[in-house]
């Protein structure tokens, strides 16, 4: 499947849909998917929405629809926005400074006024009949080895309902996911080549997770427009994964170049399949139904705002990376402290104490190694030794304690300790002290090393206090 | 600036600083706003201010207003349709970004299962009003407007269609007002626009049009059971009220029950009811204008009452707590000298319940019984609104006893159970 990309006229474009990782868009409900029982159940119809110009055929769009009953699953965390009772409430403003976040980070121009749309969907996966989007922003890029790739546009919108089940009188959607907002990314149509496309979709991803998003399986979503010379836009919806993404547009290559030479090119939507092969789902729907939200007013985004947000930037990974290894930390601990998001945290506690190793470790390995120790979540002990708690122990380092000393006095907070009696020195001394024994002659038996520490200290502390440290130190 | 030759609807291009625009103007509420809908469908906006070049592109075309053909099935009842306004009457324009009202074709395609419950032979439009804005003027005039179609034989029934806000004053006066109702008439609403695939609109106008063909001569509103679009139930026009800001089942009926459950191609009828007939029915619209309504509230100064005396008011209705209460003599806002002098001056003073459900009764407490003594007239369970409108008729008539009239069951259905 060797294909000259060049050649054949490969343009490619990408759409990510990424749920935003804060309440739904429109109310104040919690973004909160759920597996349980629903509360009640409500059923509900759609009905043929009168055109716009009367190029919709009302009278058959309404043959299709009727008979088609809704029935939607209502949770204690939904309510009358979702349930289309309500008219919506006000945008989320985290929600929308996540997208500016998002838009600034691809050097897009943000649109200083824009109206809240209402793009008509009677599916059913919504129960208002259509999906509130709103454009945020156009004209970005992404860099990539192979030149620049152009962001259309950056919208903010509602998820819709998840289906549950569907027969061929009715269907059945959980309201748990309506409404928790989306961002939706659109690179133009110039991506050229199938890695450029998996490319791009890393580096949006990259982008997005360096926000506030959600994370997870099924809270991204990517489809793929792709045409070659001569044939017509086909749009590839569902890859999870951008693994398969360069396998998938080359098959689908390979059968555009089939149709192209049969001569029966269709604009068509196709569903990924996890074989890299596509599958049939629907004819390309025509230009989007919109018409304006008239519930809530034009979104005016000031210039005070987008300053607050490029003020508070994120970091992106790869930018973080090289600011992690500028302390010549080892890969696996700038590995660790960005996979537990802890970069913010380092540039606090390194403004404490010059010795990013101990930080690093501080905010990592000990905690792992504490958790496991004294039975805890790893999540328990994050909370309990939190950034101030370690600013705190890592003052004292060189004053009341050494650098040797902090996982120990970690420990004993989390066992649950005042931070002062934590850090008194005797009790440090000891348990680094049998550590230490431990390590030089090992294999001794409890009494031995009993007797080795007690001569050690000379009555400074008690027979229990060190049992206790070798029972801690030797199971 | 160019800017000021565009007309909504018309396609244009506007150069900014950061891109040219090409898109559909569409009306703004912000005379430095340029809303534009672009290709995609999407709205954005454009300050004046930002707009270095403007340009027509294509002027917009009027629209073409359809004649729909109304067509006619001999075997089905013959409906007309009166339009009020309100939301189940306007539509978004999503060309020009305006609102325009309803017209036939609308409404038949919201609900073209109309067409196989009856004809529908005329649309009637007296006036286009948010129901927030009407008064006693419009309560007439559409009384007057259903007049002579209760007079055609070949008509069967009415749907008359009605903002939601106040459309339970409307019911109640219409019902005052049309006397020997001889067909049925519903009146609907809807609380999602008719724009919208979701609109309660398509069931409401559904069940009306059964509603209209059926044998119940009475004035009915008519609106969704619960939450689903499922049913609707027939509620009878003095015991509604809106209780809900925007929920579809908003209507609920207060103090009764229905008359009638409704879903597509069948009514259920669940009470004894009056049936159409041959009667010739006559309109009685005389209307006294100066009554209103009091809400009673702790600490509220009575001498609002001298205030409506003042302004000539003939008649009040005290939305009274609980049983039918007001602040008594161990009250610092006693309000008993204030409701006895107005009524010897001659006001016509009515106490209904705040509580909404329920029946007065004065005698429970010594509060209660005081307030007796002042000549107030208790309305048992009668509805505050339907109080309101059925005092403003009374007093409408010269030489009828206020309180013989108030308690005598006048309309065709009796007010108390």
Redesign the interface.
Same mark, same amino acid.
């Given at each position: 499947m060797e294909h000259d990309y060049k050649k054949i006229g490969l343009k490619i474009g990408l759409e990510i849909h990424q749920q935003l990782n804060t309440r739904k868009l429109f109310c104040d409900c919690p973004s909160i998917l759920r597996n349980d029982e629903p509360e009640y159940t409500?059923?509900? =119809?759609?009905?043929?929405? %009168? $055109?716009? =110009?009367g190029e919709i055929d %009302?009278?058959a769009a309404?043959e299709k629809m009727k008979n088609k009953t809704f029935i939607y699953q209502v949770y204690d965390t939904n309510c009358?926005v979702e349930? *289309?009772? &309500?008219?919506p409430g006000k945008i989320n403003i985290d929600a929308l400074k996540i997208v500016l976040q998002i838009a600034e980070l691809f050097k897009c121009?943000i !649109?200083?006024? #824009?109206?809240v @749309?209402?793009?008509?969907v009677?599916d059913g996966t919504n129960? &208002? $009949? !259509?999906q509130r #989007?709103?454009?945020v922003a156009? *004209?970005g890029y992404v860099e990539t080895g192979e030149g620049k790739v152009g962001i259309e546009?950056i919208?903010l919108e509602e998820d819709s309902a998840r289906k549950v089940s569907e027969d061929e009188k009715t269907k059945t959607f959980k309201l748990d996911r309506l409404g928790i907002p989306l961002v939706e990314i659109t690179t133009k149509p110039e991506i050229y080549s199938p890695g450029q496309g998996k490319e791009v979709a890393l580096k949006i991803g990259e982008v997005l997770r360096a926000c506030n998003v959600k994370r997870g399986i099924g809270t991204i979503r990517q489809d793929v427009n792709i045409s070659i010379k001569g044939s017509k836009r086909v749009e590839i919806k569902g890859f999870q994964d951008t693994k398969m993404m360069v396998k998938t547009i080359d098959t689908e290559i390979s059968r555009q170049e089939e149709c192209v030479e049969n001569g029966e090119c269709k604009n068509e939507v196709r569903g990924a399949l996890p074989d890299g092969s596509s599958k049939f789902q629907r004819p390309m729907p025509g230009?989007?139904? @919109?018409?304006?939200e =008239?519930d809530v007013p034009?979104l005016?985004i000031s210039r005070e705002l987008i300053n607050e947000v490029k003020k508070n930037l994120p970091k992106l990974v790869s930018e973080h990376k090289s600011y992690l290894s500028e302390f010549g930390l080892n890969d696996e601990l700038v590995k660790l402290i960005l996979k537990q998001g802890k970069v913010e945290d380092f540039k606090t506690l390194s403004k404490v104490i010059e010795s990013p190793e101990l930080i690093a470790k501080s905010l990592t390995l000990f905690q792992k190694e504490i958790a496991r120790k004294e039975g805890k979540s790893l999540i328990e002990v994050n909370e309990i030794l939190n950034a101030h708690v370690l600013e705190a122990i890592l003052e004292e380092v060189g004053k009341k304690i050494s650098k040797n000393d902090v996982r120990t006095v970690m420990q004993k907070v989390v066992r649950g300790e005042a931070l002062d009696e934590a850090m008194e020195k005797s009790d440090v001394d000891l348990r680094e002290e049998v550590e230490k024994l431990v390590r030089e002659k090992p294999g001794l038996s409890t009494g031995a090393y009993m007797g080795l520490v007690m001569g050690k200290f000379k009555g400074k502390v008690s027979g229990k206090e060190v049992a206790d440290v070798l029972g801690e130190v030797l199971f | 600036m160019k800017t000021k030759t565009f007309a909504p609807g018309d396609r244009v291009a506007l150069q900014t600083k950061s891109k040219l625009w090409k898109g559909y103007v569409l009306e703004s509420h912000d005379s430095e706003v340029i809303l534009l809908k672009l290709e995609s469908g999407y709205n954005i906006g454009i300050r004046e201010g930002e707009i270095l070049d403007a340009k027509v592109l294509e002027k917009a075309k009027p629209k073409e207003k359809k004649e729909v053909v109304l067509e006619k099935n001999t075997k089905l009842k013959n409906v007309v349709i009166i339009i009020t306004g309100g939301t189940i009457s306007s539509r978004l324009d999503p060309k020009s970004g305006g609102v325009i009202p309803t017209d036939a074709e609308d409404i038949l395609n919201i609900a073209p299962e109309i067409k196989e419950i009856c004809n529908v032979v005329k649309i009637d439009t007296p006036f286009m009003k948010f129901s927030e804005d009407m008064d006693p003027k419009d309560w007439r005039k559409l009384a007057e407007t259903c007049e002579p179609y209760l007079n055609d034989e070949s008509v069967d029934g009415i749907i008359i269609t009605h903002g939601t806000d106040t459309l339970h004053y409307t019911s109640v006066a219409l019902s005052f007002f049309i006397r020997d109702l001889n067909k049925p008439i519903a009146i609907t609403y809807s609380q999602r626009s008719i724009d919208r695939a979701s609109t309660d609109a398509a069931l409401n106008l559904i069940c009306s049009a059964e509603y209209a063909t059926s044998d119940i001569a009475e004035i009915a509103l008519i609106g969704h059971k619960n939450s689903d679009d499922k049913s609707c139930i027939a509620m009878p026009a003095k015991r509604v009220r809106k209780l809900h800001t925007s929920r579809r089942d908003a209507f609920k009926i207060v103090n009764d029950t229905p008359l009638a459950e409704i879903t597509s191609g069948k009514i259920k009828i669940l009470k004894t009811f009056n049936a159409r007939s041959n009667k010739k029915p006559k309109l009685d619209t005389k209307f006294q204008e100066k009554v209103s309504l009091i809400k009673v509230h702790p600490g509220q100064d009575p001498s609002i009452i001298e205030y409506y005396e003042q302004q000539g008011y003939k008649g009040l209705i005290l939305e009274t707590t609980g049983l039918g209460q007001v602040p008594g003599k161990s009250s610092s806002t006693n309000w008993l000298p204030k409701i006895k002098k107005a009524i010897q001056n001659g006001m016509v003073i009515c106490a209904t319940a705040q509580t909404i459900y329920g029946r007065l009764n004065p005698n429970v407490y010594s509060s209660g019984r005081e307030l007796q003594k002042t000549g107030i007239i208790f309305l048992e369970d009668m509805l505050s609104e339907t109080a309101l409108i059925k005092l403003g008729w009374v007093l409408g008539h010269k030489n009828w006893n206020p309180k013989e009239k108030m308690l005598e069951n006048v309309s065709n259905r009796l007010d108390k159970k």
């Open positions: 409500v059923e509900r =119809t759609l009905n043929p929405v %009168v $055109g716009e =110009t %009302v009278a309404h009358l349930l *289309d009772e &309500s008219p121009k !649109f200083p006024i #824009t109206q @749309m209402r793009k008509t009677v129960t &208002s $009949g !259509f #989007t709103v454009l156009h *004209d546009t919208a230009a989007a139904r @919109m018409y304006p =008239t034009l005016k | -």
